[in-house]
């Protein structure tokens, strides 16, 4: 029987979560510890009322998310966000989270698998944070059109669904880039021109994107922010579980963004 603290050390230590940079409030690792060994693992993408409930509907006692319980910065434990807690604790459900590494992975990172998804061979990083790349790039053939399709069909999957930039009729795909979430940037436009890219395909982006996207020649495909981060924590909860000998369940919540 495998603890929390020992499963998040094994989830540390195969996403790097040390050695990898982030923004503070993603607190990667064991976020909240318990006492009972584990026995069932949950992953969702977002901690919230929902997800954690989801755990505890599913009899899951080790909950693994992508924007962990700090993630909207520091709160006080007032309303919901004490109910979160509340309920972990009352439960003894512990909560792991792997942001950026779980973004930047170059097996179980969230844009390495959506790539795949998308059936794109990925070649390369792209979308470079300090020392680490959180998308990944490669080289395709295929009508733009048939992207944007396939990327919706699994948006859809999840409750959610894709749009793209404007582009003009019979658009081919042939140097491409994966960076899920909030994926775009003034940098990572920038980063696509230099790399020759014509299409990135992403989570959500804010409205120049579309724009500038446009003015430079580049399609962007907006696959949702939700769908395109739920692959890694699957991922990551299906090593644990067999390293643990437990099973696992992912906990829908689609956000709508
Ligand atoms: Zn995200």
Redesign the pocket.
């Known amino acids: 029987m495998s603890t929390a603290t020992e499963l998040a050390q094994m989830a540390n230590e195969l996403l790097r979560c040390r050695e990898t940079p982030d923004y503070s409030p993603a607190l990667n690792g064991l976020q909240v510890d318990n006492h009972a060994p584990v026995t069932r693992i949950a992953a969702a993408v977002d901690c919230s009322l929902r997800t954690i409930r989801g755990t505890l509907n599913a009899g899951a006692n080790l909950l693994v998310v ?2 962990g319980l700090f993630w909207g910065g520091l709160q006080p434990l007032t309303g919901a966000h004490l109910e979160r807690v509340r309920l972990l604790l009352n439960h003894d459900v512990a909560l792991y989270s792997a942001h950026l590494p779980l973004d930047a992975h170059e097996t179980f990172g969230n844009s390495f698998l959506l790539a795949r998804e998308l059936d794109l061979a990925p070649a390369g990083g792209f979308a470079r944070y300090q020392t680490v790349f959180c998308g990944v790039q490669g080289t395709a053939d295929v009508p733009t059109a048939e992207l944007v399709a396939t990327s919706d069909a699994f948006a859809r999957r999840h409750g959610g669904r894709a749009t793209a930039s404007a582009t003009v009729p019979g658009r081919r795909t042939r140097r491409w880039a994966v960076v899920t ?2 994926g775009i940037s003034a940098d990572t436009m920038r980063e696509a021109v230099e790399c020759g890219l014509d299409t990135i395909i992403t989570g959500e982006g804010p409205h120049w994107s579309a724009v500038d996207a446009e003015e430079k020649g580049l399609a962007i495909v907006y696959a949702g ?1 939700y769908a395109t ?1 739920t692959l890694g924590v699957c991922a990551l909860a299906e090593w644990l579980s067999a390293r643990a000998g437990v099973p696992w369940t992912f906990v829908a919540a689609p956000t709508g963004l």
């Open positions: 992508h924007h979430g909030a922010h981060e």
